[in-house]
């Protein structure tokens, strides 16, 4: 039988503290990255747990490598994984898409002082362009993947939908999409596709993980000149920024003061 939510979640907190026993590290940020920070989970949808570590000081003197990944458990419940503080960094200094997703994550199972020295810099980081080629190759695959006849598993659906209104959101306010389905389609989706996109979001709620539907022309359409829109804002924009690893490294060298 399947926990309750209550002790998943209990269960997520202690897992947390089992991983930094085990592994010699500390914690600094956890939060839930997919369908259920979101916000179109199904009754059966597992938890994705991600969640950022710092390890000893001496750790990151040393010469030979140390993995900046650990992959702490993967099952029909849990999926719980997290990055190196330095890994976060590092990619941040890319713009990676998925720092700014995890930090806006409306469910959030662990944070500190020092994850909150990693958002007080992750606007000045955001590159609009990298942001936009990311969710308009997930919209893409997505597409290609999951068009293939006239019905779709609605699961899909909806990961279909989302990066197309996250691209919409970046072209509109200039900054990360929010997590929250709800809150990007309230923005970002006509009035007149709602109707459509509701029906999908009762139907994918109250089934199971693999429930199929029939698709919508009207939201096909949307997909699909979101895709065109994007493409075309992205061959004029120019970016203006350039980063530099300057406070990068200060809030890494502020954070490992704590471990020495």
């Given at each position: 039988?399947?926990?309750?939510?209550?002790?998943?979640?209990?269960?997520?907190?202690?897992?947390?503290?089992?991983?930094?026993?085990?592994?010699?590290?500390?914690?600094?940020?956890?939060?839930?990255?997919?369908?259920?920070?979101?916000?179109?989970?199904?009754?059966?949808?597992?938890?994705?747990?991600?969640f950022v570590y710092v390890r000893n000081?001496?750790?990151?003197?040393?010469?030979?490598?140390?993995?900046?990944?650990?992959?702490?458990?993967?099952?029909?419940?849990?999926?719980?994984?997290?990055?190196?503080?330095?890994?976060?960094?590092?990619?941040?200094?890319?713009?990676?898409?998925?720092?700014?997703?995890?930090?806006?994550?409306?469910?959030?199972?662990?944070?500190?002082?020092?994850?909150?020295?990693?958002?007080?810099?992750?606007?000045?980081?955001?590159?609009?362009?990298?942001?936009?080629?990311?969710?308009?190759?997930?919209?893409?695959?997505?597409?290609?993947?999951?068009?293939?006849?006239?019905?779709?598993?609605?699961?899909?659906?909806?990961?279909?939908?989302?990066?197309?209104?996250?691209?919409?959101?970046?072209?509109?306010?200039?900054?990360?999409?929010?997590?929250?389905?709800?809150?990007?389609?309230?923005?970002?989706?006509?009035?007149?596709?709602?109707?459509?996109?509701?029906?999908?979001?009762?139907?994918?709620?109250?089934?199971?993980?693999?429930?199929?539907?029939?698709?919508?022309?009207?939201?096909?359409?949307?997909?699909?000149?979101?895709?065109?829109?994007?493409?075309?804002?992205?061959?004029?924009?120019?970016?203006?920024?350039?980063?530099?690893?300057?406070?990068?490294?200060?809030?890494?060298?502020?954070?490992?003061?704590?471990?020495?």
């Open positions: 039988m399947r926990p309750t939510k209550i002790e998943i979640i209990e269960s997520i907190k202690q897992k947390l503290s089992d991983i930094e026993q085990k592994e010699n590290v500390r914690i600094i940020y956890a939060c839930e990255s997919g369908s259920r920070a979101w916000g179109f989970e199904s009754e059966d949808s597992d938890y994705d747990v991600r000081a001496q750790d990151y003197l040393r010469l030979e490598e140390k993995r900046d990944v650990i992959e702490a458990e993967l099952n029909e419940v849990y999926d719980i994984n997290g990055w190196d503080i330095q890994k976060l960094l590092r990619l941040l200094m890319k713009s990676n898409p998925t720092i700014f997703e995890w930090a806006a994550s409306p469910i959030v199972y662990r944070t500190s002082e020092d994850w909150e020295k990693v958002k007080a810099i992750l606007s000045e980081y955001f590159q609009l362009d990298k942001s936009m080629y990311h969710y308009l190759s997930m919209l893409k695959n997505n597409v290609r993947n999951y068009f293939c006849s006239d019905d779709i598993i609605l699961k899909k659906y909806l990961y279909i939908l989302r990066p197309a209104l996250a691209l919409e959101w970046i072209m509109q306010h200039k900054c990360p999409p929010p997590m929250k389905f709800s809150e990007l389609a309230e923005n970002c989706l006509p009035s007149e596709l709602m109707p459509s996109v509701e029906r999908i979001l009762e139907a994918k709620k109250s089934a199971d993980e693999k429930a199929k539907g029939h698709r919508a022309e009207d939201i096909d359409y949307f997909v699909q000149t979101k895709i065109l829109d994007s493409q075309a804002y992205l061959q004029s924009y120019k970016r203006e920024n350039s980063l530099t690893w300057e406070k990068l490294n200060e809030v890494f060298l502020s954070i490992l003061k704590k471990e020495l």
